[in-house]
Nanobody, 125 residues
Framework: QVQLVESGGGLVQAGDSLRLSCAAS????????MGWFRHTPGKEREFVAA????????RYVDSVKGRFTISRDNAKNAVYLQMNSLKSEDTAVYYC??????????????????WGQGTQVTVSL
């Protein structure tokens, strides 16, 4: 059974940093593109960042460019989201997701096959 387990969320102040981690129980982890999404009540789940299976290419939503960095360690079956200069509008539940398309940087929820349970990030003013 595939499991994606996020960790690293919490309550921080605006301007602070957080690093989210996602541990994946995927036997061929490097063949999966990985993404981070976020969700706030009343809104649709929003794409945040994606990375290809080999880690060579990344993609970000405009609102986090220059502040967030997605990376992965295929030896550890893990993907990370380094979040700097956090803003109150970054408050959300953050989800890790895996796509069987290792080369595509999918921005759509439908492009991902597996999802984690989410981790809450709250940024106070």
């Amino acid at each position: 059974q595939v499991q994606l387990v996020e960790s690293g969320g919490g309550l921080v102040q605006a301007g602070d940093s957080l690093r989210l981690s996602c541990a994946a129980s995927l036997r061929t982890f490097s063949t999966y593109g990985m993404g981070w999404f976020r969700h706030t009540p009343g809104k649709e789940r929003e794409f945040v960042a994606a990375v290809t299976g080999n880690g060579a290419r990344t993609r970000y939503v405009d609102s986090v460019k220059g502040r967030f960095t997605i990376s992965r360690d295929n030896a550890k079956n893990a993907v990370y989201l380094q979040m700097n200069s956090l803003k109150s509008e970054d408050t959300a539940v953050y989800y890790c997701a895996a796509s069987s398309s290792s080369w595509s940087l999918n921005v759509e929820v439908s492009g991902y096959n597996y999802w984690g349970q989410g981790t809450q990030v709250t940024v106070s003013l």
